[in-house]
């Protein structure tokens, strides 16, 4: 599966903020938003601001941050997309619930990773389980009442407990309940838009697919 595999910082940069796709070198000094802001990637990297762009460039930034974050390819994206188009509700929020659903989604808040990246690892190599059966798929959509734990030979991984401790920097989302001691979580309920605290507008990436 296409994927991008080239420097997760320079992806900040192009967005001009921080995405957390490095884990816990995003809460560090290392940070390249934190050492060098609101500039582009490249050692020559121009300065960045919204103000510089179009209404059409605007949008396709929101879209292109939204998809970076979670990790998806713009076939992908454009799937949910269309699957949130399609359900009753507000596009914009049903979308961004959809992703927040995704298992990889699920396993980062959850603490088991410490980025979605990482997490996606998991779940592809087969180390979570969802109400105790093994699911590699890392767009499985979990539902109310799912029980998301890792395998207890995975258990001892040196990443596993690292990300768990840093947990507390960011917090786990109240739809989850973790079982930090049995490496668990249960989703108590779906989430809700007021859930996603990362900063996002959604209603841009409406405005994108409508003018495409």
């Known amino acids: 599966m296409a994927r991008y595999r080239g420097p997760s910082c320079k ?15 995003c809460y560090t000094s290392k940070c390249a938003i934190q050492k060098r802001p609101n500039r582009g990637p490249g050692v020559h990297g121009a300065a960045i601001g919204r103000s510089k762009f179009s209404d059409y460039g605007i949008r396709l930034r929101e879209k292109q941050k939204v998809k970076r974050i979670y ?8 799937r949910y997309f269309a699957e949130a188009a399609r359900r009753s509700g507000v ?13 990889d989604n699920v396993v980062y808040r959850l603490g088991f990773a410490s980025s979605r990246n990482e997490a996606r690892h998991l779940v592809w190599l087969g180390h979570v389980l969802v109400d105790g059966k093994r ?3 890392p767009s499985f959509s979990v539902e109310q009442g799912n ?3 890792i395998k207890a030979k995975t258990r001892s991984n040196p990443h596993v407990n690292q990300s768990l401790e840093g947990l507390e920097r960011r917090g786990a989302p109240q739809w989850l309940e973790l079982d930090r001691e049995n490496y668990s979580g249960v989703v108590t309920k779906l989430p809700e838009r007021e859930d996603v605290t990362v900063p996002i507008d959604e209603q841009l990436i409406v405005e994108f697919y409508s003018r495409v």
């Open 135 to 137: 699911v590699n798929i």
């Open 11 to 25: 992806l900040c940069r192009r967005e001009g903020e921080q995405l957390f796709l490095k884990g816990a070198r």
């Open 71 to 78: 990790g998806l390819t713009e076939k992908q994206f454009s």
């Open 91 to 103: 596009t914009g929020a049903m979308l961004i619930l959809l992703l927040e659903r995704r298992l």
């Open 147 to 149: 029980k998301i734990e």
